[in-house]
């Protein structure tokens, strides 16, 4: 049997032991308590820091279009010349009510929109748009190129796939080197074949043609030949490879935004068309491409 001293040196070990457990876990259970309140304070926190703005601003403040003789408003008021004013992208004609105006309104547009687009321009001359876009420091930039490098006096001569591609690149490098938080708006080449099959129904329209409007796809326009039939098919497959490649580049930016191809898929009939020469979009449809572009514009979510 152990002596009592012993005992009692074993009784006041026991109780050592029982002290430092019983601080442990108070000062365990303390850490605990303090990390859960450390803890539901970072998430009240959090909750009252205000959320990020969405990367895309539906409401911009300033425009700059880029483009061709759509966006220059060509042949919508007189024949053989740019109506500008008459421009669905940044045009002051109240017919149109262009895109600036639906978005700024009359004074804004006014004053916060340009248009640097040019008729006839193809796509290798985009990037110099987009810089002189770009010095402008708009918080949206339009764009509408393709058409001229599909019109083009034959087949062969249309704009290669891959060099379309390289411009457009280049032209968005360009606008991202001077203008990195530009959003932009792309809108689809329209479907030149659907313009010939509508056109051609007007003498009118056809003579102008003939002047050298589009010639890969109007010329000899009631030519129903094989070969007729084949090179207007190939102008619109080229047109449609232009979309793909448009909304390809677009999507890897995250303040791009295409149409989903509503211009392309628009069916323009006689009266959206310019009755001067029945290819070009009138006032009427300077109106439409405006409401597709301000639809797609202030979606909550861009087009599938």
Known sequence: MPDRSVRHRSRTALAALAAVS??????????????????????????????AAPLWDRSPESVAAVGDSITRGFDACSVLADC??????????????????????????????????????????LPEQMALAAKEDPALVTVMIGANDACRDSVRAMTPVADFRASFEASMRQLRSAAPKAQVYVSSVPDLKRLWSTGRGSQLGKQIWKLGICKSMLSDADDMSASAVARRAAVQ????AYNGVLREVCAKDARCRDDGGAVFDYRFTGKQLSQWDWFHPGRNGQARLAEIAYRNVTAARPPA
């Open 237 to 240: 497959d080229r047109v449609i």
């Open 22 to 51: 019983f601080l442990g876990t108070a000062v365990l259970t303390g850490c605990d308590s303090g990390s859960d309140r450390t803890t539901k304070g970072a998430t009240a926190e959090a909750g009252r820091r205000p959320a």
């Open 84 to 125: 500008p004013e008459a421009s669905w992208s940044t045009g002051s004609d109240s017919a149109v009510r262009s895109l600036a105006v639906r978005l700024l309104g009359t004074s804004g547009a006014a004053s916060h929109s340009w248009n640097h687009a040019e008729t006839g321009a193809r796509i290798a001359q």
